[in-house]
């Protein structure tokens, strides 16, 4: 299992960049997804999550009203809207997935955490 992140770059604040992370390889099922970040200097930090089913979601509180996180279960994707960016988000943003994977067959699965590869997100001010 590969999680795939995109999206970020540099932008100005104030400004709406998408990030997007996407899970390939033998998935039965993705629980849940979300994302980290670590700012330069700092350790990481819990961003926001979503449920299997997409109906739930949460946010750490600086980014609430601010971040949206969806996912699209049959692509296997999870993506997330910053908006209002501000310079204190700049960081490597990492996504997560709790997934259950499988060998050979589904009767042979397992369960366990994937990471991204980090993407970077810098906002100027």
């Known amino acids: 299992v590969q999680l795939q992140a995109s999206g970020g770059g540099l932008v100005q604040a104030g400004g709406s960049p998408r990030l997007s992370c996407a899970a390939s390889?033998?998935?039965?099922?993705?629980?849940?997804m979300g994302w980290y970040r670590q700012a330069p200097g700092k350790g990481p930090e819990w961003v926001s999550a979503?449920?299997?089913?997409?109906?739930?979601?949460y946010y750490t509180e600086s980014v609430k009203g601010r971040f949206t996180i969806a996912r699209d279960n049959a692509k296997n994707t999870v993506t997330l809207q910053m908006n209002s960016l501000k310079p204190e988000d700049t960081a490597v943003y990492y996504c997560?997935?709790?997934?259950?994977?499988?060998?050979?067959?589904?009767?042979?699965?397992?369960?366990?955490?994937?990471w991204g590869q980090g993407t970077q997100v810098t906002v100027s001010s």
């Open positions: 390889g033998s998935i039965f099922s993705i629980n849940a």
């Open positions: 997560n997935a709790d997934v259950t994977s499988y060998s050979r067959s589904y009767f042979n699965r397992f369960r366990k955490d994937y």
């Open positions: 979503v449920d299997s089913g997409g109906g739930l979601t």
